[in-house]
């Protein structure tokens, strides 16, 4: 069974340009979320969605936003790039919402803004 | 609350030894822990886990300790192996039906032959 696909693995942006990334889950897995990962400020939540739906939302500008496909194929977009955007960006996929349900992650996609 | 990991704390410890990595949540109300094992240019990698309604479980090489009076968790490898050197998170999920995680700010483990 293939594991969290997430594209493109590095990119590099210009600050005030927008990014869009992608995320394939587990095939059978129906919940996504996102991730920022710094050095600085380690893990944090950014959103899930379940059935298309965002179900759950972290402390994140409103620059941040996502989206669910009905295949549960997701996409997360950041408008308006800022240097502190830079970081790698973690997808994770799980059978469904609740407690117990193990989350399985992705490789991340590098963003790096210049 | 959310993690915070300016300076990762660094266990080291020889090849063969037995290695405890601590955790301290955050949250009362969180009912599911996950440790995770994430290598350099990798996503985390689920390693163990454990419900609040347990004070222990096993896996291969490694158990989970859950003491929820204290809000503390642990990580104990046995034998470490150098394919063990690695960054290690705790994460919390508090009930209600999401999967938010919350990650501690993480430990590395240096192991040494």
């Known amino acids: 069974k293939a594991g969290v696909t997430q594209t493109p693995r590095y990119l590099i942006k210009t600050r005030g340009q927008q990014v869009t990334l992608s995320c394939s889950p587990i095939?059978?897995?129906?919940?996504v979320s996102w991730y920022q990962q710094t050095p600085g400020q380690g893990l944090q939540f950014l959103f899930e969605?379940?059935?298309?739906?965002?179900?759950n939302k972290g402390n994140f500008p409103g620059r941040f936003s996502g989206r669910q496909f009905s295949n549960s194929r997701s996409e997360m977009n950041v408008s308006t790039l800022e240097l502190g955007d830079s970081a790698l960006y973690l997808c994770?996929?799980?059978?469904?919402?609740?407690?117990?349900?193990?989350?399985?992650f992705g490789q991340g996609t590098r963003l790096t803004v210049v | 609350g959310e993690s915070v990991g300016l300076h990762l704390p660094t266990l080291s410890v020889q090849e063969g030894d037995n290695s405890i990595i601590n955790c301290a949540y955050s949250n009362s109300a969180s009912d599911y822990f996950i440790w995770y094992k994430q290598e350099s240019g990798k996503g985390p990698q689920f390693i163990i886990d454990?419900?609040?309604?347990?004070d222990k479980r096993q896996g291969q090489r490694v158990t989970v300790l859950l003491n929820k009076t204290v809000k503390h968790l642990s990580l104990q490898i046995a034998a470490t192996q150098p394919g063990d050197s690695a960054v290690y998170f705790c994460a919390e999920k508090e009930s209600g039906g999401y999967n938010k995680l919350i990650f501690g700010a993480g430990t590395r483990l240096a192991v040494h032959p």
């Open positions: 095939s059978g897995h129906r919940s």
């Open positions: 454990i419900r609040s309604n347990m």
């Open positions: 994770a996929s799980s059978l469904a919402p609740g407690s117990g349900t193990e989350a399985f």
């Open positions: 969605y379940f059935s298309e739906t965002q179900r």
